[in-house]
């Protein structure tokens, strides 16, 4: 039985962690504003009220001090859910997720879990000021012992944030927030899907678009734009960026032979970067092009008045779809 | 660097009871304790210079990658370690190897760590909740922070009842109070009232550093400022170290809240088996603190209150034996399976360390095949 509703991604997190919250009472909410004001992007609106100040804490501010005692609290047999204010104030985490959270379980041989979940509000089209606008999953991409997933639409936002906090193991969970606010349908007896798997958004046949969060509205809108022109555009939601579900991408690779892939982060040693590597040594006798990044520059996230320069839009992955079909 | 006013103390270096006001309070918690109990002190105390003194061996034969000596702390170690109860959690730094005995760790499962074949080597819900050493200077005293809150969310302080009651004890060095991570948990412990004792082993040096970088007033009046009582006390006596964890832990356990305690210790042996501390500190350093040696001290009060020297030999011996015992077995440890990298790095199955592992597999077979068809 589907219960379909229409709201944003912010209230459908939100659906989510109020139903983890009363479905299991080890699970926990901390960090920084998270109660009253129900975080800076009113994700947790509401939730303290209902389940109370021990369960959905106002930490002190310091982020490590959060991923520290979350470890902590799992270890103690609680599955607590950490929120990062913002993806540029994780770094002061870094350690304790890099080197504790993700290496915990690992240091004990598996004997014992390490389920936590670290919210990340991140990535640009916002208009903020510095250390508001980044997209830091490379770095945890590149350690091994967490996992990375990333939503794109309410309904997947809603789903993806249980299993997250269903699963053992530590998971980063990227939430691209210029989505918060753009509402979707979602499914609210979905459960049980597996966390890890990317999704066909949109059939085609000439070329492949590739990309998770926020880039998904820009992959579907340069689709639309490309399909008046005659081109026909398959579109993947990555949603998974550890570990990457390769299947449906080669799939498609093999059937289209060209990938275009598209992200917020810098492109240098990037999530891109590494499925471009993979796809090659896959598929590469499918391949007609070269596998193309469209990334942000290597440059820091620049001031806002230029971040539409910086982020990739329609024109740049369309640019990059065009010489794909130049091959 | 050595003790001050402050500095509370049961036993004088001499081996005597020091009777003032400010032990007052502590004494009574040591009149409790009984022969034997006080006999266990020496025992353990001795046991493990023994085994750290072979450690110290084993590695300098090539049979350890590093070693990290006790030798000098074992009366901060012994008396704060018998303090905790069966139910209370310890969380160590990475030289509390007379606190790792206490609590049932095999001291071969240390020797494991440091030669390189895991890097952990226990499960701390089969070592009476004795956490697994933590490498990164101050880390743990988070994680100790956040297991506190959560005994306080299962509600397990001032229960009323003495067996359901818990406690987290988080061991750290003087180096360790200049990381964030430290400052953060003593935050953390305030704001939520947390069941937790900080016990700081104030060795006087972090690897070659001085106590006096890292700060310019005694450390007992650091956490003063986050609101939480410090005390500091005679590492090197036993019986201080004892009664002043017992009555914090108490504290702790009954919900009031977190407690600091700085232990004036010395470490009479180098940082690690990789560091030369001739290069930093003095012989007469040295010989200051050699000369308040705890297992002496703790001896001479022992011999004071009657005990016969046969006890001293059959813990002499006790020692000698564990001492080759560890020795027989680090020559007879393995190498850990391969596939162990793979195995538990995540909890659930992950695609990449099912292909790696099989690459491998697939990997080194494919050397065999070679060698069967030449
Ligand atoms: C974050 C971090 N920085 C540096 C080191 C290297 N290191 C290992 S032990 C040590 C000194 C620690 O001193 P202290 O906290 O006083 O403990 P002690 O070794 O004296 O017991 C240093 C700098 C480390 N392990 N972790
Ligand atoms: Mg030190």
């Known amino acids: 039985m589907s219960e379909l509703q229409s709201m944003p991604m912010a209230k459908a997190l939100n659906a989510g962690l109020r139903k983890a919250l009363a479905d299991d009472p080890k699970v926990l909410l901390m960090g920084e504003d998270i109660g009253p004001l129900g975080g800076v992007f009113r994700v947790t609106e509401g939730l303290q009220a209902e389940f109370g100040k021990q369960r959905v804490m106002d930490t002190p501010l310091a982020e490590s001090g959060i991923v520290g005692t979350a470890i902590g609290l799992a270890l103690a047999g609680y599955r607590p859910v950490c929120e990062i204010q913002f993806d540029g104030f994780i770094y002061p985490g870094f350690d304790q997720i890099t080197s504790q959270l993700?290496?915990?379980?690992?240091?004990?041989?598996?004997?014992?879990?390490?389920?936590?979940?670290?919210?990340?509000?991140?990535?640009?089209?916002?208009?903020?000021?510095?250390?508001?606008?980044?997209?830091?999953?490379?770095?945890?991409?590149?350690?091994?012992?967490?996992?990375?997933?990333?939503?794109?639409?309410?309904?997947?936002?809603?789903?993806?944030?249980?299993?997250?906090?269903?699963?053992?193991?530590?998971?980063?969970?990227?939430?691209?927030k210029s989505r918060y606010w753009p509402k979707g349908d979602v499914d609210l007896s979905e459960s049980g899907r597996p966390l890890h798997s990317s999704r066909v958004v949109r059939e085609g046949t000439e070329v492949t678009l590739l990309g998770h969060g926020a880039m998904l509205s820009v992959l579907l809108q340069a689709a639309e734009i490309a399909a008046a022109e005659g081109t026909s555009i398959?579109?993947?939601?990555?949603?998974?960026?550890?570990?990457?579900?390769?299947?449906?991408?080669l799939a498609s690779v093999r059937k289209t032979g060209r990938l275009v892939l598209a992200q917020e982060a810098p492109g240098f040693v990037s999530v891109g970067s590494e499925i471009a590597a993979t796809v090659t040594e896959k598929a590469f006798y499918s391949l007609e092009a070269p596998v193309?990044?469209?990334?942000?520059?290597d440059t820091p996230f620049p001031p806002a008045k230029l971040e539409t320069v910086y982020l990739p839009d329609a024109d740049r992955v369309l640019d990059a779809v065009d010489r794909a079909l130049a091959y | 660097m050595s003790y001050t006013e402050a500095t509370l103390q049961l036993l004088s270096p001499e081996g005597r009871l020091v009777e003032s006001d400010a032990?007052?309070?502590?004494?009574?918690?040591?009149?409790?304790?009984?022969?034997?109990?006080?006999?266990?002190?020496?025992?353990?105390?001795?046991?493990?210079?023994?085994?750290?003194?072979?450690?110290?061996?084993?590695?300098?034969?090539?049979?350890?990658?590093?070693?990290?000596?006790?030798?000098?702390?074992?009366?901060?170690?012994?008396?704060?370690?018998?303090?905790?109860?069966?139910?209370?959690?310890?969380?160590?730094?990475?030289?509390?190897?007379?606190?790792?005995?206490?609590?049932?760790?095999?001291?071969?499962?240390?020797?494991?760590?440091?030669?390189?074949?895991?890097?952990?080597?226990?499960?701390?819900?089969?070592?009476?909740?004795?956490?697994?050493?933590?490498?990164?200077?101050?880390?743990?005293?988070?994680?100790?922070?956040?297991?506190?809150?959560?005994i306080q969310l299962d509600g397990d302080t001032n229960t009323g009842d003495p067996e359901r009651d818990r406690a987290v004890i988080v061991y750290f060095g003087d180096g360790a109070t200049s990381q964030g991570d430290v400052s953060e948990a003593l935050v953390f412990a305030a704001s939520y009232q947390t069941p937790e004792v900080f016990f700081l082993q104030n060795n006087q040096w972090a690897i070659s550093v001085p106590?006096?970088?890292?700060?310019?007033?005694?450390?007992?009046?650091?956490?003063?400022g986050f609101g939480i009582p410090g005390i500091q006390i005679d590492g090197n006596d036993v019986l201080i170290s004892y009664a002043a964890t017992r009555k914090a832990m108490d504290e702790a356990r009954s919900g009031q809240g977190p407690?600091?305690?700085e232990a004036l210790t010395y470490r009479i042996g180098a940082h690690t088996s990789s560091d030369d501390p001739t290069k930093y500190r003095t012989q007469e350093e040295l010989e200051h603190w050699m000369a308040l040696d705890p297992i002496t001290r703790f001896a001479s009060y022992l011999r004071g209150r009657g005990e016969g020297e046969e006890f001293f030999r059959d813990v002499d011996a006790e020692a000698a034996d564990?001492?080759?015992?560890?020795?027989?077995?680090?020559?007879?440890?393995g190498i850990p399976p391969v596939e162990n990298m793979f195995d538990n790095v995540y909890s659930e199955p992950h695609p990449l360390m099912q292909q790696q592992k099989q690459w491998l597999a697939d990997y080194e077979a494919s050397f065999d095949a070679e060698g069967a068809a030449e």
């Open chain 1, 234 to 249: 398959e579109v993947i939601d990555l949603r998974s960026i550890s570990p990457i579900d390769y299947d449906p991408i």
């Open chain 2, 211 to 224: 106590v006096s970088t890292q700060s310019r007033t005694p450390l007992y009046l650091r956490p003063s």
């Open chain 2, 322 to 333: 564990t001492a080759s015992d560890v020795r027989r077995r680090t020559l007879e440890l």
């Open chain 2, 259 to 261: 407690r600091f305690i």
């Open chain 1, 292 to 297: 193309i990044r469209v990334a942000g520059f």
């Open chain 2, 23 to 150: 032990s007052a309070e502590y004494l009574p918690l040591i009149q409790q304790l009984t022969d034997q109990q006080l006999r266990e002190f020496h025992r353990v105390m001795v046991v493990t210079r023994a085994f750290d003194v072979e450690a110290t061996n084993l590695q300098r034969q090539g049979q350890m990658g590093l070693w990290v000596p006790s030798m000098g702390q074992e009366a901060a170690q012994v008396g704060s370690g018998f303090a905790a109860r069966p139910q209370d959690h310890v969380f160590p730094a990475y030289r509390e190897h007379a606190i790792a005995h206490i609590r049932g760790v095999d001291y071969v499962d240390i020797v494991r760590m440091l030669r390189g074949l895991t890097h952990g080597g226990w499960d701390p819900r089969e070592k009476n909740n004795f956490h697994i050493y933590t490498l990164v200077i101050g880390s743990q005293s988070l994680h100790a922070t956040g297991y506190a809150m959560g």
């Open chain 1, 102 to 176: 993700a290496k915990l379980t690992n240091r004990h041989d598996g004997t014992i879990t390490m389920p936590v979940v670290i919210r990340v509000p991140y990535g640009g089209h916002i208009g903020a000021v510095e250390h508001h606008q980044e997209s830091p999953e490379a770095y945890f991409a590149h350690t091994a012992g967490l996992r990375s997933v990333s939503p794109s639409t309410p309904h997947d936002a809603y789903w993806m944030i249980q299993e997250a906090i269903a699963s053992n193991d530590p998971v980063m969970f990227f939430e691209p």
